[in-house]
Nanobody
Framework: VQLQASGGGLVQAGASLRLSCVAS????????MGWFRQAPGKKRELVAT????????FYWESVRGRFTISRDNAKNTVYLQMNSLKPDDTAIYYC????????????????????WGQGTQVTVSS
């Protein structure tokens, strides 16, 4: 599967952005999906992950309550709605897919994801 992320940009603190990640190929629902981010000089970290049907989600503590991950299997797309953005959210955001498998659950660890998108830059100014 190939992943194409978009939706990043430069915004002020407190603003919102919605990232999208479109997957090519078929059987999108056989992949758990995740969003990760990497800031300069820091390790890549999990932001959020969602299971195959969107019913089970997990968020890293720093974004919980502000970000929402969702997916539309009919459109082969996973979204990351980001509200109340902070300068600490500045990073390159990557979408990733773990699979294919039957009814995949959430996947927390980056090393378990087999496929990665190219990343989209999010910059939040203070």
């Amino acid at each position: 599967v190939q992943l194409q992320a978009s939706g990043g940009g430069l915004v002020q603190a407190g603003a919102s952005l919605r990232l999208s990640c479109v997957a090519s190929g078929h059987a999108f629902s056989s992949y758990a999906m995740g969003w990760f981010r990497q800031a300069p000089g820091k390790k890549r970290e999990l932001v959020a992950t969602v299971n195959w049907n969107g019913q089970n989600r997990f968020y890293w503590e720093s974004v919980r309550g502000r970000f929402t991950i969702s997916r539309d299997n009919a459109k082969n797309t996973v979204y990351l709605q980001m509200n109340s953005l902070k300068p600490d959210d500045t990073a390159i955001y990557y979408c990733a897919a773990d699979g294919p498998m039957e009814n995949p659950g959430i996947t927390v660890f980056a090393e378990n994801y087999e496929y990665w998108g190219q990343g989209t830059q999010v910059t939040v100014s203070s």
